[in-house]
């Protein structure tokens, strides 16, 4: 498995940009992320060139999600896949031992089986309400620290999270969160980046 040590993890989907979606990620990045998603479903290579670019120019890694074969075509830090999608054993058999491997997660049975599988981190939650994916109802924070307490790989806890509501996730022993409209949203992306990396540490 490959370490991992990022704790802002930017879920990057350009149309949800409240500006520019290329200005927006560079001044993400600017701000403190240290790990992005491309998280377009439909495979735009020419777009997700243009976002490994960036990253590359920021020293930040990128995964595709969903599109594991891009991971390996175009050279990409790894690839993330859903409970819907490709299984983990299979995406990591594609990827090889040397690519990050993500899956989202929503309880102890499929992170741990993610884990067994391959997977070299994961996404836990919904945690809060989110109008991204769909979500009415967030995790109680129990599972998260459940979560964290059994499993060896770096667990992201993703799904409506602000700088609002980070604090209690901290206190629960939360170290590592994915985010989209947080940082994609707001005014000022990189001051938001920066904000939720002061919280963090």
Not at 63 to 81: E, K, M, P, S, T
Request: charged residues 20%.
């Amino acid at each position: 498995m490959t370490a991992i040590q990022a704790k802002l993890y930017l879920l990057f989907t350009p149309s949800l940009c409240r500006a520019l979606p290329w200005p927006t990620l560079e001044a993400a990045l600017t701000g403190g992320v240290d790990l992005v998603q491309w998280r377009l479903k439909e495979e735009d290579e020419y777009s997700l060139e243009r976002c490994a670019e960036i990253c590359t120019e920021h020293g930040v890694p990128l995964i595709v999600n969903d599109h594991v074969g891009a991971a390996g075509r175009l050279g990409l830090a790894g690839a993330h896949v859903g409970q819907e999608d490709m299984s983990a054993k299979q995406a990591r058999a594609e990827l090889g031992p040397h690519r990050l491997l993500g899956v989202s997660t929503h309880d102890l049975d499929q992170a741990l089986k993610a884990q067994d599988d391959g997977a070299d981190y994961l996404g836990f939650g919904p945690m809060y309400p989110t109008a991204t994916k769909g979500y009415e109802q967030g995790q109680p924070l129990s599972a998260l620290t459940e979560i964290m307490e059994r499993i060896e790989i770096p667990v992201f806890a993703i799904g409506g999270i602000t700088d609002e509501n980070l604090p209690e996730l901290i206190q629960s022993g939360c170290q590592r969160i994915a985010l989209s409209s947080a940082i994609l949203q707001a005014k000022d992306p990189e001051l938001a980046a920066k904000n939720l990396r002061t919280v963090l540490a």
